[in-house]
């Protein structure tokens, strides 16, 4: 509840890795990007005390940002809720809120007393004589919605909207000029633990899966060919991925891939068993480490005890994520009749490792693969200290950016 007007708007983007903040404000009838924070979250907390690594993360985020008479937008991870994209019988604009109820009581694998249910009529579409609406349904659990909130409410912060991370981050393509019409376009979220695959049509959502797939498990591959811990890792892959520290005769940005392993046949949507093309997949961790980790052999890991090849090792984890892409643009292109994808827009802290650009070019044969950068875009953005960390590293902001854009709509 606002007891005056907002005068800006703070989207937060709390990560499994580290928590973004935006802050925007009108000026002249435009959006500009004020202020930025950024903050690491504590490995070693985060596995002891999730709700007080990220907590104390976001605390440092927000520090130097004034957070009153501020919109403040929060984001659920997309994994965590259930979107849906039901076509409906065209309908008096009256009815039509009892008939998406009536949709999502069928289509939400919850009890509808059970969630928050939100929704939007995206688009009205023809198919001959007969005309429908189609529309978006988000809902989430009661119990995700009050972590995210009690993340906040550990620093003082009280959300005024929630949104969702893939959501999030179409308004800030859209802001950033980057979704043109006529075009098809997947914004591909790459984060520490998930990734989340967007297909927007004409500037408008169409479909959105996400896939259990983070940069997780190329910092665990290289922790364990280099016998080092995780923020070693980390900084090995940056290193190598930043083109001002690279050596002159460091390999080529280009990773050969070796063959995908083989994935399940396409069936229809009904299929819920292991047919189901969007299943995980079986026998894709390789050595790579998986979910449960990678534990470097032979005693505890010493930091730099062995040098290795960051292409290499980063192979396999990087073919289980363009196998995961792939099966979702053959769902979308194939099972949802929908036009072929003609521009990929990566966003998230690996999406300037230039691998990742140079396989989704090759293996999925799509020319433009682009890193949505908001500094270059048409967005008004200050200069200087304040929004140093969006320099460094434009698409970890993204999200962040899109979350305050939408509460820009209060201002």
Not at 20 to 45: F, H, M, N, P
Not at 98 to 106: P, T, W, Y
Not at 306 to 335: A, G
Request: charged residues 20%; hydrophobic residues 40%; aromatic residues 6%.
């Amino acid at each position: 509840m606002f007891f005056s007007k907002p005068n800006k708007s703070v989207g937060i983007d709390i990560g499994s890795h580290s928590v973004k903040a935006v802050v925007v404000v009108k000026s002249g009838g435009r959006l500009r990007v004020e202020q930025v924070g950024y903050a690491q979250i504590d490995r070693g907390k985060m596995n002891a005390d999730p709700l007080a690594a990220q907590s104390e993360a976001l605390s440092e985020a927000l520090r130097t940002i004034p957070m009153a008479k501020s919109c403040i937008v929060g984001a659920l991870p997309g994994q965590s809720v259930v979107i849906r994209y039901p076509r409906l019988a065209q309908m008096p604009q009256d009815k039509l809120a009892k008939a998406v109820e009536s949709e999502a009581s069928q289509n939400i694998p919850y009890d509808l007393a059970e969630v928050y249910l939100d929704w939007t009529l995206l688009r009205t579409e023809n198919e001959g004589e007969e005309t429908f609406l189609k529309v978006l349904i988000v809902a989430a659990k009661h119990e995700v919605i009050e972590a995210r909130v009690q993340i906040a409410q550990e620093t003082d912060v009280q959300y005024h909207i929630m949104s969702v991370d893939s959501l999030a981050l179409a308004d800030a393509a859209e802001t950033c000029g980057f979704l043109p019409d006529n075009e098809t376009v997947a914004l591909i979220n790459l984060g520490a633990n998930a990734t989340s695959i967007h297909f927007m049509k004409d500037g408008i959502s169409n479909f959105i899966r996400d896939v259990t797939w983070g940069a997780r498990e190329m910092l665990q591959a290289i922790a364990k060919a280099s016998r080092c811990e995780l923020p070693q890792a980390e900084e090995l892959l940056m290193n190598w991925g930043d083109p001002t520290s690279r050596a002159k005769d460091a390999p080529p940005d280009h990773l050969p891939l070796s063959p995908p392993p083989p994935s399940a046949g396409l069936g229809g949507l009904g299929d819920l068993g292991g047919g189901n093309p969007l299943d995980p997949l079986d026998g894709e961790f390789g050595d790579s480490g998986g979910k449960g980790g990678a534990k470097p052999a032979g005693g505890p890991p010493k930091s730099g005890s062995t040098k290795v090849d960051i292409q290499e090792v980063c192979q396999v984890p990087l073919n289980r994520l363009v196998s995961e892409i792939r099966r979702s643009f053959d769902f979308y292109e194939q099972q949802l009749y929908e036009h072929p994808v003609t521009r990929i827009l990566l966003r998230g802290g690996i999406a300037q490792f230039p691998a990742i650009r140079d396989i989704l070019m090759e293996e999925l044969g799509i020319e433009h693969v682009e890193i949505a950068d908001p500094t270059n875009s048409a967005l008004a953005i200050n200069q200087g200290f304040n929004v140093s960390a969006l320099a460094k590293h434009p698409p970890q902001f993204m999200v962040a950016l899109g979350l305050a854009v939408r509460g820009a709509a209060k201002l």
